[in-house]
């Protein structure tokens, strides 16, 4: 089970920070990712981390402004978003994949409930 939080309203070129929390004995065994969907458009990738962290790869739209980050001890991944711009407006979930480090929703397994990113201008 994933938990998303740490959501809300900030101006553009503020800052947030989502965590996902998890529960389960194989959460370090899992490839953590984050995607988001604004309304009206289809679910888009953001984010992935590999299971040991040693891996990370974005979406061009976040590149350089969004970090991603895990605490395997604490099954906890981070979405760290800086300058962030009207158009990252979105709900924000994150999700686990055991099929390697992927952009694909289809290849995430497990999903958390969300959590809602609105950035004002």
């Known amino acids: 089970q994933l938990q998303a939080s740490g959501g809300g309203l900030v101006q553009a070129g503020g800052s947030l920070r989502l965590s996902c929390g998890a529960s389960?004995?194989?959460?370090?065994?899992?490839?953590m990712g984050w995607f988001r969907q604004a309304p009206g458009k289809e679910r888009e990738f953001v984010a992935v981390?590999?299971?040991?962290?040693?891996?990370?790869y974005f979406a061009d739209s976040v590149k350089g402004r969004f970090t991603i980050s895990r605490d395997n001890a604490k099954k906890m991944v981070y979405l760290q978003m800086n300058s962030l711009k009207p158009e990252d407006t979105a709900v924000y979930y994150c999700?686990?994949?055991?099929?390697?480090?992927?952009?694909?929703?289809?290849?995430?397994?497990?999903w958390g409930q969300g959590t809602l990113v609105t950035v004002s201008s």
């Open positions: 999700a686990a994949s055991s099929m390697g480090l992927t952009s694909s929703y289809q290849q995430y397994n497990y």
């Open positions: 389960g004995r194989a959460f370090s065994s899992y490839d």
């Open positions: 981390i590999s299971w040991s962290g040693g891996s990370t």
